[in-house]
């Protein structure tokens, strides 16, 4: 499966091929000039969003129906590598707590207001995730983490 995140192509994904091997047969003679060749990472990668119980919790605690439209309600994570499927939602939950605070911190609530992360059902019941295997940088300009 191929990524665009912001407008950017994260992956190849021309005349509607969805796997590399059929990418490969059909440009095996004469594969097109990219200025750029994507460089994949170690990474995977999960789009989060909101479910109706998140909403629920935040109308719960005084924010308003309307401020939902202020925020974009999906949001990509990248996270550790993980080539099958069986195998997501261990990974995803070694993630799960740093996502979950990440995404309620974004609603700037004090602290005290904060929920608490218990479990990783707390994570499934407020959150629906969409699972990337292969995540690629198709720019030339180092990542950057910024803290």
């Not at 190849?12 to 460089?39: D, F, I, M, T, V």
């Not at 550790?80 to 997501?88: G, I, L, P, T």
């Not at 940088?137 to 950057?144: I, K, T, Y």
Request: glycine letters at 4%; hydrophobic letters at 40%.
């Amino acid at each position: 499966m191929w990524l665009v995140l912001g407008g950017q192509r994260l992956g190849l994904r021309e005349n509607g091929l969805r796997n590399r091997a059929a990418a490969g047969n059909l440009w095996a003679e004469s594969p097109p000039a990219y200025p750029l060749k994507p460089q994949m990472l170690n990474r995977s990668a999960v789009v989060v969003r909101y479910r109706d119980a998140f909403r629920d919790w935040l109308r719960s605690i005084g924010i308003e129906e309307e401020e939902f439209e202020d925020h974009d309600e999906k949001s990509v994570y990248l996270i550790s590598e993980c080539e099958y499927q069986e195998d997501q939602g261990e990974v995803l939950q070694e993630s799960a707590a740093a996502i979950f605070y990440e995404v309620v911190a974004a609603w700037h609530l004090a602290p005290e207001q904060h929920p608490d992360f218990n479990d990783f059902a707390l994570f499934q019941s407020w959150f629906e995730t969409e699972y990337f295997d292969m995540v690629a940088d198709a720019l030339e300009e180092p990542l950057v983490k910024e803290t």
